[in-house]
């Protein structure tokens, strides 16, 4: 499977003996496969057209996936990338493997289609005569520079705190230091000063 490159896999089908006499050959090639920790290459005849495809084994399974040709593949260059000369501080790349530590070990099971479920509950809310309450749409991105550290010591918490893990030190962000000055604190006095002048009149 390895020698596979996973972008020339597509849609999966099981497969199924169609018979008593297909049956034997369904399970030796199934052992087959399992036994050599192999996958096969076959052509098949789909919806009026030669196609290429992976045959693997899922359980007691044949499992057919759909492949691309080698020329239906479209090759990375002319696609838009990064410049290479893009700085990244030691720190930050850090921070990111703090999150990607953080976010392991989800069980895929766990994932599921949230537009699908909102759709459904749509559906059934209108079927009940009842109106659904829809979200409030997401703000649009305002353009400004995004602190990239503050960004990912927000994800990494989130994601510590979503597993219960809010006692755990392994995944923390360190702040980059810079050279900007601080801001200067405004005195307590003039601060309630301030304060009393704009503050409204009690009835």
Not at 38 to 44: D, E, L, Q, T
Not at 72 to 81: D, K, N, Q, Y
Not at 161 to 177: L, Y
């Amino acid at each position: 499977m390895e020698s596979i490159d996973p972008i020339a896999v597509g849609t999966p089908y099981y497969l199924m003996a169609s018979g008593p006499a297909s049956a034997k050959p369904y399970v030796l090639l199934r052992m087959a496969l399992e036994r050599s920790s192999k996958v096969a290459v076959a052509k098949v005849a789909l919806r009026g057209r030669e196609r290429l495809a992976l045959l693997r084994v899922v359980g007691d399974a044949l499992c057919l996936h759909i492949m691309l040709w080698p020329d239906e593949l479209r090759s990375t260059a002319g696609v838009s990338t990064p410049p290479a000369d893009v700085n990244l501080p030691e720190e930050e790349v850090q921070a990111a493997i703090a999150l990607t530590e953080a976010l392991s070990g989800r069980p895929m099971a766990d994932l599921h289609d949230e537009y699908r479920e909102a759709l459904e509950a749509v559906i059934a809310a209108k079927a009940e005569g009842v109106r659904a309450q829809t979200p409030e749409p997401a703000e649009a991105p305002s353009g400004q520079v995004v602190d990239l550290m503050a960004a990912l010591e927000k994800s990494v918490q989130e994601a510590k705190a979503a597993r219960g893990e809010h006692g755990q030190e392994d995944a923390t962000v360190h702040e980059i230091k810079t050279n900007t000055p601080a801001k200067k604190k405004t005195a307590p006095k003039k601060t309630a000063a301030r304060a009393r002048k704009t503050s409204p009149r009690s009835a």
